[in-house]
């Protein structure tokens, strides 16, 4: 693969181990796809990638304005990455509202790619800008290269037979091929890409194949770089490798669970940001058999969802937070019923409405305790993208073994981003087990309610099934028979009973893993898809010589049996989360555990530095960390 | 109207069990109010459901919350007691993932009119072949005793004592204007009328909607007495019959017509000419949305069929699609998960 490097013998090399690019303009800028052909041509070259998209929230904002300014960053390296990146190294903004509302993420010193040839008046007014920064020496702390975007792509597209607006959008091709090649990338992934995207539009294909190419060849021939860089292939696990986001796995990992358990998949749901696309992926698998619905509202389609587990579906329904309110009745009604199915929840900045495009973690406590009555529901939760697959499959296993609803707790930043992903073969999948009751079973008397005896689980008992024909619903059943009850004993032992019966998928879940060392100061414990912040932090204060141990939980009901005995090895416990201190509430009421609440509630994913810092305050090396906010940030959410 | 019963449309072989009333009579003490109007529409219901011609297990009953939703309790089927309004979500869901299932819904005012109003007009929309019976008590039951929205307006109960401000919903207006394929009305006081309606309702393919009169003994006794007394009742309901002159009194010898887009009624019409004739078959429903608005004192009431017509079924469709995709190739799950750009690494 180093053949794809070709450096120009005339500029420097150096060599990074890892390079985070934001790539930044207005939402019309095409500034989603510039990102992902660097993505792709970056995974193929070997590096592994981490990547956060970023669109405004709204859907055609005015263009050039602040509040219209989409980002993409990506983050690739020669080494293992668990996250898209805290600060750039690299910022190409194609407007003046791209460069201030990112310039403040850029590191000291980092590099400034603009587009001087939209640094007009109109555009700096509305940006706000009183003057031009690109002349007024506001941008010394970085190194910034000016060139013409507009001006050099519309030369370089002279003559074809489009329109002087589809040549403005090929602006980010130009920049991509500049970026490609300060990097020593090849334009062979997006060349291929183009090929067939616009494979029926001849033009386009030319003037967008024009434009990368020009931009390459600029930066092969303009004086203004010194350097080019080189970030070679990571040491990566052997496979066929794809891109995939996490509500991509989430889909992906539900129908798995439907062909690994031979059950056909129904998804009941109400598009919602950000989980829509587990919708809008999951309504293109007919073929496999799956069906969607559409619901009128979401408790139509918790209901819906329901009534598919009843009738012996692989049911499902996904929201994100104000979601899940709603669909808390019926959700109870599952708890009650005790049916298989699982409940994705892309969490969103709350509380109501919040911040529907950014990020949070703050509804777990509304999955643990959000419904009336003593009712537990598993709960699981995927530590990356990627994982979301995995986490898909066992929220169903849980489900049939145990006949419970699982709720999974996904976010904005783990459903967006995207990462590489090692494909499994199918035959490494684990097998889902099911099992209908049968008249056969029965012997004469069938009772809904008798349970196995490990598990607690009641029988599936479908409609059409002879001989079992019997009545459910959301009023208190007597054990056994499921009859209707008001018998006080009766409600006692049945209210334990399904408490029980979740507490007990405990005995099969896997060990909480310590990272770093066993016992000592400092355990830092998180869950979500805070993990790679976290893991980064852990591994860079170990690297110092600091004694911090790292953990982080995929199940939060019920927890891994050996959580307790892995937080008393601790001193001191820290848990950083994207909430007001949700885990550590549950680890502390459950485990009188001092745990210390670390939070940030800013629509943004935390930064591997605040975990540092938090964890140099922890270790008594420094004084108390507060956290800093950027106030104008694209991807770091500044905006309503 | 088809005269097929709804077994053979659905390819049953003759040889099922014949079922008998008795069969569908479940182990549970019912426990309604002495008196309750919901007695007789259980009754009728399980003088129907034998002459279904269905699987006995494929039958399933899914209620929401009031004095109606105990009613699966009583009918020895499957059966589902939800929750409050959201029967109608339960049993989209169940008939789309299993199209072979008889599926009734039962519900009542409050219930289906109110707090579950929402997944009505949906379900009738989406046309989905599920067999929904409304009890219309005009009030809330189980709850005992407040204004329902279907109670009339200055109703005094409990929660209204000054009167009801509100104006009330006519089911089957909403029902229409939803687009439900079969619209009908009864009362449980007319036993043959309403085991008529209810054996036709589930012959229906696609949604059908039942509005039965149900009278609460405890807190709206005789709510419908002024006209569905048997003393007065040729002549002030209208009994509708398909193709036939809209007419009542004891001899028939009333009618409606229009006058303008306005109906009126014609004493002593001696010939069908100028009257209504009723068409349920219509696709167009402004004759269907003429007659729901036929009220007492103004109007006779009418019952019956309203509307009876054909079209796709929600849960054929999204099976049909699930075909089709499947005839053009069965998903190939390792295909799937490596489609996009894949790379190796060795």
């Known amino acids: ?640 | 109207m088809t005269t097929v019963v709804e077994g053979a449309q659905r390819g049953f072989e003759e040889s099922l069990p014949v079922l008998t009333r008795k069969d569908f009579v479940s182990d549970q003490e019912v426990r309604w109010c002495p008196g309750c109007g919901d007695y007789a529409i259980l009754a009728q219901m399980q003088k129907v459901l034998p002459q279904l011609h269905v699987p006995h297990e494929n039958i399933v009953f899914i209620s929401g919350i009031g004095c109606s939703s105990r009613f699966p309790y009583y009918v020895e089927t499957y059966g589902f007691h939800s929750i409050h309004g959201r029967a109608l979500t339960l049993a989209t869901g169940l008939k789309t993932v299993r199209p072979e299932l008889t599926v009734f819904v039962i519900t009542g005012d409050g219930d289906g009119m109110s707090i579950g109003g929402n997944h009505l007009l949906h379900a009738m929309r989406r046309n989905i072949d599920l067999n929904v019976v409304l009890f219309n008590n005009r009030i809330y039951g189980l709850t005992k005793g407040q204004y329902s929205p279907t109670s009339e307006m200055g109703k005094v109960t409990k929660s209204s004592p000054y009167g009801s401000p509100e104006h009330p919903l006519n089911p089957l207006r909403i029902a229409l204007a939803a687009g439900a394929t079969f619209v009908a009305r009864s009362i449980d006081r007319d036993t043959k009328h309403l085991e008529e309606t209810l054996l036709r309702a589930t012959q229906h393919k696609g949604i059908s909607f039942v509005e039965v009169y149900q009278n609460c003994v405890i807190f709206n006794d005789g709510a419908f007495d002024a006209f569905g007394d048997r003393e007065v009742r040729q002549d002030r309901m209208i009994f509708l019959e398909h193709g036939k002159a809209v007419r009542f009194g004891k001899n028939r010898e009333h009618g409606i017509r229009m006058n303008g887009y306005l109906p009126e009624v014609v004493r002593d019409a001696v010939s069908d000419e100028g009257l209504l004739i009723h068409d349920a078959t219509n696709p167009n429903p402004a004759l269907a949305s003429i007659l729901v608005e036929l009220a007492y004192p103004d109007f006779p009431v009418p019952i019956g069929v309203f509307r009876d017509v054909v079209s796709p079924t929600y849960d054929e469709l999204v099976a049909k699609q699930v075909a089709d995709a499947r005839a053009k190739g069965p998903g190939n799950f390792e295909d799937l998960l490596r489609s996009g750009e894949t790379w190796e690494v060795q």
């Not at chain 1, 060139?147 to 091709?173: D, M, V």
């Open chain 1, 1 to 640: 693969m180093t053949t794809e490097s070709q450096v120009h013998p005339d500029h420097a090399v150096e060599t990074l181990d890892r390079v985070t690019i934001r790539f930044a303009g207005d939402s019309g800028d095409g500034m989603q796809l510039t990102g992902t052909q660097f993505t792709r041509t970056s995974a193929v070259f070997g590096n592994d990638i981490a990547t956060l998209p970023d669109y405004p929230a709204e859907i055609r904002a005015p263009t050039g304005s602040l509040p219209g300014v989409s980002g993409f960053q990506l983050s690739f390296s020669s080494t293992d990455i668990l996250t898209p990146g805290d600060q750039p190294d690299v910022l190409v903004a194609m407007n003046p509202a791209a460069l201030k509302t990112n310039l403040g993420d850029l590191r000291p010193g980092g590099l400034l790619i603009v587009d001087e040839g939209e640094f007009g008046e109109a555009n700096l007014r509305k940006a706000a800008y009183a003057s031009n920064p690109l002349i007024d020496g506001s941008l010394a702390r970085w190194q910034v290269i000016r060139i013409n975007i507009t001006r050099q792509n519309e030369l370089a597209l002279e003559g074809l037979p489009i329109s002087a607006k589809q040549k403005f959008q090929c602006r980010n091709f130009y920049s991509l091929g500049i970026v490609l090649w300060l990097y020593g990338r090849t334009m062979e992934t997006t060349v291929k890409w183009a090929s067939d995207r616009f494979r029926r539009n001849p033009d386009i294909l030319d003037a967008n194949l024009r434009a990368l190419k020009a931009g390459y060849h600029f930066g092969e021939t303009t004086e203004l770089f010194h350097t080019r860089f080189e970030v070679p292939a990571a040491h990566v696990r052997p496979g066929t490798y794809r891109h995939i986001s996490g509500n991509e796995a989430t889909a992906l990992g539900c129908l798995a669970a439907s062909i690994q358990s031979g059950l056909p998949l129904f998804y009941g749901s109400y598009p919602i940001t950000p989980a829509s696309d587990v919708l809008h992926e999951l309504s293109k698998l007919k073929n496999f058999g799956v069906k969607t619905a559409q619901a009128e509202d979401e408790i139509a389609a918790m209901g819906m969802t329901i009534g598919a587990a009843y009738g012996g579906a692989l049911a499902l329904t996904g929201t994100s937070g104000p979601g899940l309110a709603l669909k808390s009745e019926g959700l109870n009604l599952a708890v009650m019923t005790e049916l298989p199915l699982v409940i994705i929840n892309v969490q969103r900045a709350g509380p109501s409405t919040g911040m529907p495009t950014k990020t949070e973690q703050s509804d777990l406590l509304q999955a643990m305790f959000g419904r009336n009555g003593d009712s537990a529901v598993a709960i699981v939760a995927p530590a990356t993208p990627a994982d979301c697959f995995a986490m898909a499959l066992e929220a169903f296993r849980i489900a049939l073994k145990y006949m419970v609803p699982v709720i999974f707790l996904s976010d904005g930043y783990l459903g967006n981003g995207s990462e590489p992903w090692r494909i499994p073969a199918v035959d490494e999948l684990p097998k889902l087990t099911y099992h209908f009751a049968a008249e056969s079973d029965a012997g004469g008397q069938f009772n809904p309610y008798e349970r196995d005896p490990v598990t607690l689980a009641r029988p599936w008992a479908i409609p059409g099934q002879k001989g079992l024909m019997h009545r459910i619903g959301g009023l208190e059943k007597s054990g056994a028979t499921g009859d209707i009850s008001y018998d006080p004993g009766n409600h006692h032992r049945m209210t334990l009973t399904r408490m029980g019966k979740v507490a007990r998928i405990a005995q099969e879940i896997p060990s909480l893993q310590v990272e770093g060392p066993q016992q000592g100061e400092l355990l830092v414990l998180g869950w979500g898809s805070t993990y790679g912040a976290i893991a980064s932090a852990c591994e860079r204060a170990r690297a110092d010589g600091k004694s911090v141990a790292s953990a982080h939980l995929r199940y939060l009901n019920p927890f891994p049996a050996n959580l307790g005995d892995v937080l008393k090895r601790f001193k001191k416990v820290l848990i950083p989360e994207m909430n007001t201190g949700q885990l550590s509430l549950l680890v502390r009421g459950q485990f009188l555990v001092e745990a210390v609440p670390f939070s940030k509630i800013s629509g943004q994913p935390f930064k591997i530095v605040e975990i540092e810092a938090k964890i140099d305050e922890m270790l008594g090396l420094t004084g108390p960390f507060e956290l800093q906010f950027s106030p104008a940030s694209v991807l770091g959410g500044g905006r309503s």
